[in-house]
Structure formats: structure tokens, C-alpha cells
């Protein structure tokens, strides 16, 4: 018997909302727990701020799919490496797709953004993702936060978004529909900002998560979607810490 419509929406919205609930939730708790053992080990308190703030970025998305993948495991529902994107290690081919990938996701984005431009006449749109690596000094303070954008971020939302949500989705809805929720999730996640909410950068993580959702569906796995999130983050990276850095010392 085929399941309706309704009850599709339903387990859509509770896969969504569950991803989503994992994502935030993982980051309160970790803050939370960061908290308390501060006030045991007042060290803690003293620490760098980047080293502080990578540990927490590592834990909360460590513990995000944790979440979102292991209490479900836990209570009968698992899924296995091929549903979660990860049934062969990353080929030549993945690479090569990442790259045109990032490619297309650029391009996309210009269109979109211009677009928006045009529609707001001329309204602001030079805004930028917060990110809270404000104040690197040391090397090895660079390295720790390189790692956090360029490694770990990339490799966690895409398993999280594309690994297991988009791959939950499609198992019961079409394609392109699945594609576009787990975007619009992604998106979504990134609105939060210090100053409000950030719709430039949702709307730029969207189209990313459209591209790299493609990616998932067209070769089985995360490694190319991976890829393009990594490329985004170091440019990110590269301009907004070592090129400020280097004009610094001409």
C-alpha cells in the first residue's frame, strides 16, 4: 500500500526538525558542559580563545551527528555507511566533481545574488558569515582554526545534511524534493547571526546545499560535496585570516 502524501510531509518534517534539533541542541549542550568545567578546572577560564573556540566547534558538531545518528541507531532505526554516504573511500572522480562542483556553485550563486540585487534594487547585500575566529595571533592558533573550517565543518555537515538527512529523505520522497528540503535545512541553519539573521548567507548555503545535494544523489557518497564545502571554507579561510596578515607585512 503506497503511503500518502501527508504522512510523507509528516516524516519529512520530523527528519527535519530532528537534524535541526541535534545541530542547535549540540551546541548549547556543549557551551553548557564547556561552563561547568570551567568552574571545576579555572584554567580553563584563561584559555586562548581560539583554542577554546575550536574545541568547541569540534565537540559541537562531533556531538551533532552523534546525536542526529546515534540516539536513533540506539533505538532500532540504523542506518549504514552506504545510506549515510560513506560506502567507499573518495576516488579521483570524486575530486574531480568537487571542483567543478564549487565551479557550478559559484556561478549559481552569482546568478542568485544578482538576481536578489536586482529585485531589491540596489539593496545591501555585502554581508558576510560571522565567524568566531576573530583574533588569531599564533601559528599554531591558525592551525586549529584551519582544521575547525577547512576539516572538520565540512566533513560533519555534510554527513549530517547530506549523509543522513537527504539520504532518509529520498528513501521516501522524490529526489528533487529531498535535494531541496535538506538545502533549505542547511540554509536555515546558517541564518542565525551576532547581529540578527544573516539571509544572504542562508540564501548562499542554500544554493551550496542544492549543488552538493546533486553531488550526493549523482555519485552515491559525500566525498565531492565534502570537497566543494572544504574549497568554500578555505577561500573563506585564506581571505578573511592570511591575506590580512600578509598585506600586514608589505
Known amino acids: 500500500m503506497s503511503v500518502s502524501w501527508s504522512a510523507k510531509t509528516f516524516r519529512a518534517a520530523r527528519l527535519t526538525i530532528w537534524v535541526a534539533v541535534s545541530f542547535i541542541g549540540a551546541q548549547f549542550i556543549v557551551s553548557y558542559l564547556l561552563s561547568v568545567l570551567a568552574m571545576i578546572f579555572p584554567m580553563l577560564g584563561k584559555m586562548n580563545e581560539s ?19 546515534g540516539i536513533p541507531w540506539w533505538l532500532g532505526r540504523r542506518t549504514n555507511k552506504r545510506e549515510l554516504g560513506l560506502g567507499r573511500v573518495p576516488t579521483w572522480s570524486d575530486i574531480g566533481l568537487g571542483i567543478l562542483g564549487y565551479v557550478a556553485y559559484i556561478a549559481l550563486s552569482l546568478v542568485v545574488s544578482s538576481t536578489i540585487s536586482l529585485l531589491l534594487r540596489g539593496g545591501h547585500l555585502n554581508e558576510a558569515q560571522d565567524l568566531p575566529f576573530s583574533h588569531l595571533v599564533q601559528n599554531f592558533e591558525f592551525i586549529v582554526a584551519f582544521m575547525t573550517l577547512v576539516v572538520i565543518a565540512p566533513f560533519a555537515e555534510e554527513l549530517l545534511f547530506r549523509g543522513y538527512l537527504l539520504g532518509k529523505l ?31 548567507v542562508g540564501i548562499d548555503t542554500f544554493v551550496m546545499g542544492i549543488v552538493v545535494g546533486i553531488l550526493r544523489v549523482r555519485t552515491g557518497n559525500i566525498w565531492a560535496g565534502v570537497l566543494v564545502h572544504a574549497i568554500k571554507n ?15 607585512m608589505l
Open 234 to 248: 578555505a577561500i573563506a579561510f585564506y581571505c578573511l585570516f592570511i591575506n590580512p596578515v600578509i598585506v600586514g
Open 170 to 200: 529520498r528513501s521516501f520522497m522524490p529526489v528533487w524534493i529531498a535535494i531541496t528540503l535538506s538545502a533549505l535545512a542547511f540554509g536555515a541553519m546558517h541564518l542565525p547571526g551576532s547581529t540578527g539573521l544573516q539571509w544572504l
Open 51 to 69: 583554542v577554546y573556540v575550536t574545541i568547541y566547534a569540534a565537540m559541537s558538531y562531533s556531538l551533532a551527528v552523534l546525536l542526529a545518528i
